[in-house]
Nanobody, 123 residues
Framework: QVQLVESGGGLVQAGGSLRLSCAASGRTFSNYAMGWFRQAPGKEREFVARISWSGTTFYANSVKGRFTISRDNAKNTVYLQMNSLKPEDTAVYSC?????????????????WGQGTQVTVSS
């Protein structure tokens, strides 16, 4: 079992930055690929970014060049640095874990999910 807890959300003006954290506990964190997803009101959940055990990253086109995913296996934490934020980035951001990196963002039911943290970008 893996427990995931997100933090770092909040209210920011357009053009600003936030860094989200997802702390994992339970099974060996380094065995899992990690991903970030977001869901805006009235919309389906969408993939944002993923990172493999070894640090290979992949991003949605909508955030490429603005967001950076990283992980610290010693701290059992994955991060999402969000720069140049836009009002359309407003959503609940959730992290997820799966042992197979390519399942993240490919429509599969992932193994573990966090509860999410709200990000609001004002114009």
């Amino acid at each position: 079992q893996v427990q995931l807890v997100e933090s770092g959300g909040g209210l920011v003006q357009a053009g600003g930055s936030l860094r989200l954290s997802c702390a994992a506990s339970g099974r060996t964190f380094s065995n899992y690929a990690m991903g970030w997803f977001r869901q805006a009101p009235g919309k389906e959940r969408e993939f944002v970014a993923r990172i493999s055990w070894s640090g290979t990253t992949f991003y949605a086109n909508s955030v490429k060049g603005r967001f950076t995913i990283s992980r610290d296996n010693a701290k059992n934490t994955v991060y999402l640095q969000m720069n140049s934020l836009k009002p359309e980035d407003t959503a609940v951001y959730s992290c997820a874990a799966d042992r197979v990196p390519t399942r993240i963002g490919a429509g599969y039911e992932l193994e573990y999910w966090g509860q999410g943290t709200q990000v609001t970008v004002s114009s």
